[in-house]
């Protein structure tokens, strides 16, 4: 197999992990969600969906500071990660971590428009509540 074959491959696995994991947790199976994704984290650590999808079959199991720590991880190993530390700037108002909240929000926004990610920085401006 050569090697685009292999990209083509493992891209469709991405692919299908994602939309696995993403129809498990919109149908309630969190945990059967959060072994999918993380399997997609294993296979693409670098793509922010699985950190994504990770973190919130954690806030549906009502594990926020775990939901927590796995977006923080994807900032990171799928930086630039503006939906990562948006959903992190979420989960930290939600543990009443106001402050630290309206940080991750000014650098979730930062992100989006240093990527001219326009649909999402309007989303995060709406959402912010230090302003």
């Given amino acids: 197999m050569s090697d ?4 083509g491959v493992r891209a469709d696995a991405i692919e299908a ?5 993403r129809w498990l947790l ?5 945990r059967e969600a959060a ?3 993380s399997a997609l984290v294993r296979l693409a650590p670098h793509d ?3 950190w994504l999808t ?17 977006y923080g991880v994807g900032r990171v190993m799928a930086a630039p990660a503006p939906r990562c530390e948006l959903a992190r700037a979420r989960a930290l108002a939600s543990l009443g971590k106001h402050a630290e909240s309206r940080l991750a929000y000014a650098a979730a926004a930062e992100m989006a428009n240093g990527l ?11 959402e912010r509540t230090d302003r």
Wanted: charged residues 15%; aromatic residues 2%.
């Fill in 35 to 37: 072994a999918t994704a």
């Fill in 116 to 126: 001219g990610q326009r649909a999402l920085l309007e989303l995060i401006e709406n």
């Fill in 54 to 70: 990770l973190g919130a079959a954690h806030e549906a199991s009502s594990q926020a500071t775990v939901a927590l720590e796995m």
């Fill in 4 to 7: 685009a074959s292999l990209a």
């Fill in 48 to 50: 922010e969906r699985g």
């Fill in 17 to 21: 992990l994602y939309a696995t994991a």
């Fill in 26 to 30: 919109v149908h309630g199976q969190t």
